[in-house]
């Protein structure tokens, strides 16, 4: 566990864009269907009946101005905040776990990707626990919630940075097993997702052929 807790330092400590400061939430409210941010979620590959029981409509400001984005809720009350131009969050910055009391657990960097999880392989949503991490930089806060799990399944992100943290996992004294080949092609579950949404698309309306 040592070993991870210093990759956690390396990964936080590697060069990243400052966060949106002074965010604050005013109000939130369940997914409305039909609504502006239900069709970015449906635009994303996400049903919004996949994402109602997980993410809330969030009015929120930055200085004087409002805005509105999906807001997906950490276990220390912040928000993950999202919507067709805009990624941050609100203070206090941490992991979301999805506990069902399964022995097995899923861990993925961003909800988008959770919820493209639970898009795909609805089965899971009855037989695994999910963690969240809502950034790499927040390994750290993970491990006592990896260490309850007799097996972890890894859908972090293909690029550089995540590809080094699952080889260091699997390397760890938990139970994990890389579970990214099926959007090996891809970053990661969400652009797997909307590519595929997005190619069966064309083949309905006759565009996949020559």
């Known amino acids: 566990m040592r070993s991870l807790e210093k990759t956690s330092r390396r990964e936080s400590s590697a060069p990243r864009p400052d966060p949106p400061t002074g965010i604050r939430v005013l109000e939130t409210k369940p997914l409305e269907a039909g609504s502006l941010l239900a069709v970015y979620l449906e635009q994303r590959g996400i049903a919004r009946e996949t994402a109602a029981p997980y993410c809330r409509e969030v009015r929120f400001s930055i200085g004087a101005r409002q805005y509105e984005a999906i807001g997906f809720a950490n276990r220390s009350g912040g ?28 861990l993925l960097e961003g909800f988008m990707d959770f919820l493209s ?89 006759g565009l996949g052929h020559r």
Request: net charge positive.
């Open 79 to 106: 928000y993950e905040l999202r919507n067709a131009w805009f990624k941050g969050s609100s203070s206090p910055k941490d992991i979301t776990f999805v506990d069902k009391g399964a022995g097995t657990l899923c």
């Open 117 to 205: 999880l639970m898009e795909m392989r609805p089965h899971l949503r009855h037989t695994a626990n999910f963690l969240i991490l809502n950034s790499l930089s927040q390994l750290g806060k993970s491990l006592e919630v990896l260490g309850q799990h007799s097996k972890v399944l890894l859908f972090l992100d293909r690029d550089q940075t995540g590809r080094r943290v699952t080889e260091r996992l699997l390397g760890s004294e938990f139970n994990c097993r890389d579970a990214s080949a099926f959007y090996r092609k891809h970053k990661d579950v969400n652009e797997h997702l909307a590519a595929r949404k997005g190619q069966a698309k064309q083949l309905r309306l």
